[in-house]
Every structure is written in C-alpha cells, then in structure tokens.
C-alpha cells in the first residue's frame, strides 16, 4: 500500500500533465478532422460558428427551426405504397411491397427487410454528397449499410411485428421497405426515416380469408392453404405505425445545438445527436450519439424537448400533405398484391 501511495504520489503531476496534453492534442486533432471533411475555407466556418452563437444561421433560419420539406404518395403505382420526400438538399424514394410467406423466425410474428441504396447520389464507396457516416464512429462500410443499420434500430425495431402474423406458425405478412437516395445533403438519415414513415404510414394490409387444411397424417401441419382477398379498398387493415418514429438530427456547433443541419453546418458541426420521435404522444424514444466529441449531459433534457416540438411540426405537416392526396385511387395497393399472389 505504501509503495502504491508512493507512486500515486509521485506519479499524479506527471500523470496529469500527460493525460491533460493528450486531450488538447486530441481535442486539436478531432477539431481539424472535423474541418477536413468538408470544402469550407477557414472564414466560412467562422462566419457558421459565430452565425449559429447569434441564433441566425445561414440560410435565416434560428437554431430550433426545420427547412420545410415536400412529401408525395401514392408515388410508383406497382408498390404496395411509396413515398418521396423531397427537400432543398435531400430527394428520398421510398417504396414497400408485401408477400404473404411462412415464418422463419418468430412464428407469431410478421417480417420486415429494409434496403437503402445511396448509389444514385453518392461518390465511389458511399461517400460523397456531404454524407460520410464513417466518420462520426459508425466503423467501416459503405453509408449505404451505415444507413440501413440506422433505420432497422432506431426506425423499424419499433414495428409491431405480431399484426402482421394471419396464421401462427403458418403464414404472416413479409414486408419489404426500399429506399433510393437520389439526392444526398444535410441531415439525410432524417429524410429517410421520413419517407420510410410516409410510405408504411399509407401502407394498406389487404383483408386476407384463410382457409387451412391438415397434413395427411393430420398432425397440425400445414398441408394445402386456400387464401381469398376482399379486394374493397375498406375492407384493408392500415399497416401498424402507431409507434414508428421518425429522425431528427441534431448537430453542437459553437456550443449550441442546431436542428436540420446544412451540408456546410455539417462540415463545422463536432458531433451528432440520432433523436427518434414516435407520432404517438410525440416521447423520444432512441437517442443515439454520433462523434468523437464530449457534450454536456445538462442539455438533454432541452435537446428533447426542442426536438419534440420540431416532430411534432413535421408530424402535423406530415398529415396535411397525406390528407391533401387522399384524392390519388388506393387501389394501386391491392393490384400490387393481387400480383403477388400469383406467384405463390
């Protein structure tokens, strides 16, 4: 005990010193890494920085303010549903198809696969565009990957899977989501788990009869099935997306949070908050933290706060759009099923 109090001792200022110039080098080095990644001078990322302490950013709006963002469905008439969310910077298309299929994992519980593909607006390996998830820790890979792996924990993970089972054991529902990033920019994980919800949101389970019969030796297994459709567009059951939340980003740039960043803001941003906002009662439930840098545990609380009253803002504007093209024929959805149905 002595000789380890000794050493403490003797050790601390030494110690200290190290762990004090290792940090500064750290914190240098993450600093510059930072200001790499994007094509912004010196002067401009001041001007971002001091901007942003000023609540003005660039482009007029104050730190707590989204840029508004057009949202069409109804989009690609051999889906089941489809979204396409456009903003200034981000064009997102989001299609999803279903199929009825046995299990493979849970047997009272439905499939969901997710896809996004970035290639239509993003460099050679995924980056480019102003999006390099790499960079903020999410390991190596391509942002296609990065992305998808994303959206099925913070997006999809949330889908009540038990009302897509029709037969336990037998038969459930198997939905799959595709996405096509055609245009990358600022905050673009945010238009995504948009134009995922957008098109699950519009997304009609078809009423499905099902009549089952025994195996020959009439031990319950599952011999030959009959399956009729009621093709009335009333009769269909929406798909459950009562918790499926949606993504905002928030961005520390000069100590201050920023709601839906720029691509230059994310050139002088030096970490990242994942935040994922449920329509149902509007709670944050996922937060994630991307980046090397610290932040101060005191400010969650007013992080999610603000970014539940800017979902709250998209939610409602979310229904506006939907409620406004209500006018488009739904019956896309179950002749993309019926389809389907010939192939099994």
Known sequence: MAAASSFSSSGSSSLSSSASSASSASSATG?????????????????????????????????????????????????????????????????????????????????VFLTVDCSAALGVGGVGGGVALESFGLGEGSSNSSLQALLSDMVLSAVDKKKLCLVPG??????????????????????????????????????VFVDEEEGEEGDGALGQISIQCDEREAAGECFPVEDIPIIVTVGEIANRYVWDMTSNEESACVCRLLVAVSPRGHKCVGVQKLGASLIDISTLP??????????????????RQIASQKTKKNSQQLSAFMRSMADL
């Open 170 to 207: 037998k038969l459930i529902w198997r939905v799959f989501v595709d996405c096509m990033v055609l245009k990358a920019g600022g905050c673009l994980l945010d238009a995504v788990s948009l134009a995922v919800h957008a098109a699950l949101r519009t997304t009609v389970l078809p009423c």
């Open 302 to 319: 007013t992080v999610m706060v603000n970014s539940q009253r800017v979902c709250r803002e998209i939610f409602e504007r979310l229904e």
């Open 31 to 111: 600093a510059a890494a930072c200001r790499g990644r994007g094509l912004l001078c010196g002067a401009e990322l001041l001007y971002l920085e001091e901007g942003v302490a000023c609540n003005v950013r660039e482009d007029g709006r104050a730190c707590v303010e989204v840029r508004p963002s057009q949202v069409e469905t109804f989009a690609l008439p051999k889906c089941s549903a489809s979204a396409i969310v456009r903003s200034s910077e981000n064009t997102v298309l989001c299609g999803v198809s279903m199929q009825l299929a046995r299990p493979t994992a849970a047997p009272d519980e439905g499939e």
